[in-house]
């Protein structure tokens, strides 16, 4: 469907700093013969900002190498409407990729007000600075945490999601509806994407594999919830970062109605592996991959370093993705196994820790 070129364009990767925003511009200035890119980020401490610092500096190497194409990074908050005017103003950007969030399920119990300032004034935000210096397209992350405790699976974005279980997901599922409002009155073609667990090197350590790893090498015990009978749908980086690249490059039409009015060009997809993993063989995978990576020792005792306990606030049994959309549209289905995807993460973990 690709039929945008976006050869010579500029972008705006809001959450730059971030697991998939990092990886996005990485990919964009490896694929692209040129591309200005554009990264804000307001690298905060949710999680070790070492991390954040250096996925940054790994942009800024390859950034050198490509002297025809842009990377600017700016270090400021979407919550600022001022600054965030003046930069749209100043780049009048082609395309906005809008990852920046406050992330998490379990934090949005503690700390809900991060999740409304980033996810809702944030967004809003991007929306008005979207309507006043008009764009191509506008890409934003959504969750799969929408489908809350969904019954049907696979989960479908036909499926109604007006139950979520968690504020996080609430404010993933406004995006939605705030992007299909801002789609309609002002014909901004907008593609939101619900991502179904990302995981990879360099990733997030609040998610349950990193936390995992960093608890087994200090020989702590990991507690895997709902007795391990919760299922995921793991989604590995590189897949996640290919299904975005071919959506941007494929904005939603605009048409008019019969009444003339436009069509809101508004799309939706999941982009999850459609396959998923139980938390218990996950762990056992992950845990094989670091003893094969020489993060853990040969001998290491797995069976009294894990506990099984029940389900927490916030969390669903399963997340399972309907990807038939996604594979209509652009042929790809992400298909990255799940111990390639830990074998690599066993190995970026090694090397970055020095162990
Ligand atoms: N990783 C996943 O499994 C997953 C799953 C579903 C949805 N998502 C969504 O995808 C997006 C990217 O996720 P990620 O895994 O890269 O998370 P991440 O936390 O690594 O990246 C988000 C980045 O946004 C920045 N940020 C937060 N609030 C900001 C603000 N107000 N202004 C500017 N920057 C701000 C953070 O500093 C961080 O670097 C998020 O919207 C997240 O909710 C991720």
């Known amino acids: 469907m690709k039929d945008y070129n976006i050869t010579g364009k500029t972008v705006l990767i809001t959450g730059s700093a971030g697991f998939i925003g990092a990886n996005l511009a990485l990919e964009l200035l490896r694929t692209c013969e040129v591309i200005n890119i ?54 009048h950007f082609d395309i906005v990729v809008n990852l920046a969030a406050q992330a998490g399920v379990r934090y949005s119990i503690t700390n809900p007000d991060a999740y409304i300032e980033s996810n809702i004034i944030g967004f809003y935000n991007i929306l008005e600075a979207c309507r006043k210096y008009p764009i191509s397209h506008l890409v934003y992350a959504s969750s799969s945490s929408v489908y809350g405790s969904n019954k049907k699976i696979p989960y479908s974005t036909e499926d109604k999601v007006d139950n979520p279980v968690s504020l996080y997901a609430a404010t993933k599922k406004s995006n939605e509806l705030m992007a299909h409002a801002y789609s309609k009155l002002y014909n901004i073609p907008s593609t939101g994407l619900r991502f179904f667990t990302v995981y990879g090197p360099a990733g997030r350590p609040d998610m349950a594999y990193f936390g995992f790893t960093n608890k087994l090498i200090k020989g702590e015990t990991v507690e895997i919830f709902n007795y391990g009978n919760c299922k995921r749908d793991f989604t590995y980086i590189d897949d996640i970062v290919k299904g975005i690249m071919m959506v941007i490059q494929s904005p939603p039409k605009k048409e008019n109605g019969e009444d003339g009015l436009p069509i809101p060009p508004y799309a939706l997809y999941n982009i999850g592996n459609n396959k998923p993993e139980n938390l218990l063989d996950f762990v056992t995978i992950l845990q094989e991959e670091l003893v094969r990576a020489g ?7 797995f069976g ?7 389900m927490q606030p916030g969390d669903v049994a399963i997340t399972y993705a309907d990807t038939t959309a996604l594979e209509r549209d ?9 111990r390639q995807g830990l074998r690599n993460f066993a190995e970026w973990y090694k090397d970055f820790y020095n162990i």
């Open 38 to 91: 554009v990264g804000i980020d307001n690298v905060n401490d949710y999680y070790d900002v070492s991390i954040k610092n250096y996925r940054l500096e790994k942009i800024e190497e390859l950034a050198k190498t490509k002297p025809i194409s842009s990377w600017k990074f700016i270090n400021e908050s979407i919550c600022n409407k001022d600054k965030i005017d003046a930069i749209f103003s100043e780049y």
């Open 295 to 301: 993060v853990l020792p040969t001998d290491y005792d």
């Open 304 to 310: 009294s370093h894990k506990k099984l306990v029940p």
């Open 330 to 338: 652009f042929g790809f289905k992400p298909n990255t196994s799940l």
